[in-house]
């Protein structure tokens, strides 16, 4: 095989491993060699380290494996345990997922929680999906002794159903193997999967989904020759339809929902698949809404810049948007959701034309750059208020100081944006001791101290009173005397020579702290008061 063939399969087989979750390269193998998939090529195992496995797998090393009873028919025993609570809420401000594990397909079933407490109503909602599905009834249940399954409510009604409930041993989570390490691959795989594009962490509900999706089509030690949903429903999966979790795709617009001119497409992140319709989960990024698809084309090898969105729309004109175009939810059979995603693998996917004329489409989502030079202006077009600096010619024995601007997109905890900073700093590593500055130190409250205070005003019932200064360090005046660019952007047209000069400190000086702590130290209303 020439060296360029032996390539194209290595990048084939890279494409698979990402698609497929990050799942391990001899088990990709033993899929296509055991043809436990249709529509899988023949994958490479590959020596190479994926840094997004490194950063989301790294575990301990297991405790020596045992033999253990394994059910003979679907049903027979249920595996079961809670992974939470999660420190950032999901869309839906779900902090907690259950799994259930069918011990003898091992078919691996997902839902989200608010709380603990909800297990109960959760379980009730699976066996009545599982047994109808299936014509059986759930004969063992097995999970640890929380208290979210250990109560006397749970117990009745597995005592009602017919349903033998096991739980382990205090302190030996080894007894419920099987649902703690399927909960430790499921997270590894999401983590991943999260890790490789970059995804808000609010986005690890729909990692974990897309987890146990693609679990359920992966081979296992414990079912021979086929995947747990074959082993489960019968049916050999397909592979055609298997994207990157993450990648940036592109959705269409129904012809009744747009005008000629305006584009075909909108921009979306791909989070996985629906098991409700045949299409694919779309986070809109006008809309902020999650979709559901079946006309989507992807651009697998692109990810969406969550942090550095100005970087994209620097000089650019800012047209005026139209209102945002609500997806609807559509269905078709899986055949036709395949052939509207095809793409060749590796290769990346140009975004879909709005319509083939000659005149340059303005570019998506350039309205919030307006946002930046507002929150620019706020310094700059406001020195009757701020004060910060005034125009100086610049002095020919004075060293004049940069300045950059430092970009920052705030998200709410759901990943959506809050809003967009632009903020001014000067480039303080250029300044000199003795010179530029003198003093810089400013007093700064440790932890300790602040929760030693609040523990002291809950234990006396005491009122407690906090205050926030808008930018700060931008109050504090300063008494050397610094001079610094025009900011880009904000050049004086026919004073291009021109410098500022300071009369406020500025964010990366190095004396803008202590100029700060001084002026709030000078503040008339805080003279009743003592300095800690």
Not at 149 to 171: L, P, R
Not at 507 to 513: C, D, I, R
Request: charged letters at 30%; one cysteine or more.
């Amino acid at each position: 095989m020439g060296r360029t063939a032996m390539k194209a399969q290595e990048d084939q087989s890279w494409l698979w491993h990402r698609r497929l979750g990050h799942f391990n390269f001899q088990g990709l193998k033993l899929l296509h060699q055991k043809k436990m998939m249709t529509d899988l090529p023949q994958i490479q195992a590959i020596e190479g380290a994926c840094e997004a496995c490194l950063q989301g797998k790294q575990h301990k090393k297991p405790f020596p494996s045992g033999t253990s009873w394994r059910a003979k028919a679907v049903l027979e025993l249920i595996h079961t345990d809670v992974c939470g609570p999660m420190r950032t809420p999901s869309h839906e401000q779900n902090r907690y997922f259950i799994l259930f594990i069918d011990d003898y397909s091992r078919m691996t079933w997902v839902y989200f929680m608010r709380e603990k407490s909800e297990v109960f109503k959760v379980f009730k909602k699976f066996k009545n999906l599982v047994e109808k599905q299936s014509g059986r009834s759930i004969k063992v249940l097995r999970s640890d002794r929380g208290k979210e399954y250990n109560n006397s409510e749970f117990d009745k009604f597995c005592e009602e159903e017919g349903i033998k409930h096991q739980t382990t041993v205090s302190y030996n989570s080894q007894q419920n193997g099987v649902s703690e390490r399927k909960n430790r691959t499921v997270m590894e795989m999401a983590r991943s999967m999260l890790q490789e594009k970059h995804l808000p962490k609010a986005f690890w509900a729909e990692a974990v989904y897309t987890a146990v999706y693609l679990l359920n089509r992966c081979p296992t030690k414990a079912v021979q020759n086929m995947t747990p949903i074959e082993a489960w429903s019968g049916k050999k999966p397909s592979a055609k339809h298997l994207r990157v979790f993450g990648s940036i795709c592109y959705v269409h617009i129904p012809t009744e929902k747009r005008h000629k001119l305006e584009e075909k497409t909108e921009k979306g992140i791909f989070l996985g698949y629906s098991t409700q319709s045949k299409g694919y989960r779309i986070y809109n990024l006008k809309t902020k809404k999650l979709i559901i698809s079946r006309d989507v084309e992807f651009d697998e090898d692109a990810m969406w810049n969550w942090d550095e969105e100005k970087v994209e729309r620097q000089n650019v004109m800012i047209p005026k948007e139209t209102p945002p175009q609500q997806q609807e939810e559509e269905g078709t059979d899986q055949a036709e959701m395949e052939r509207r995603s095809q793409q060749a693998p590796g290769s990346p996917r140009r975004p879909p034309s709005s319509e083939e004329i000659e005149e340059e489409t303005p570019p998506r989502r350039t309205k919030l750059l307006s946002d930046i030079y507002e929150t620019c202006n706020f310094i700059m077009l406001e020195p009757e208020n701020f004060e910060t600096a005034v125009k100086h010619k610049k002095p020919k024995d004075k060293e004049v100081i940069g300045v950059k601007w430092i970009y920052k997109t705030k998200l709410n905890a759901d990943g959506s944006i809050q809003k967009h900073k632009a903020r001014l700093v000067a480039k303080g590593y250029s300044q000199l001791p003795g010179i530029d500055y003198t003093e810089t130190f400013a007093p700064v409250a440790r932890l300790d101290t602040i929760r030693a205070l609040i523990t002291i005003a809950a234990n006396k019932k005491w009122k407690i009173y906090q205050m926030d200064v808008k930018s700060a360090f931008l109050n504090g005046y300063i008494d050397e005397e610094i001079y610094v660019e025009q900011p880009q952007g904000f050049i004086a047209k026919g004073s291009e020579e021109k410098v500022l000069r300071l009369k406020k400190a500025l964010y990366g000086l190095k004396q803008a702290p202590r100029a700060w702590y001084s002026r709030i130290d000078n503040t008339s209303w805080i003279e009743d008061f003592e300095g800690a």
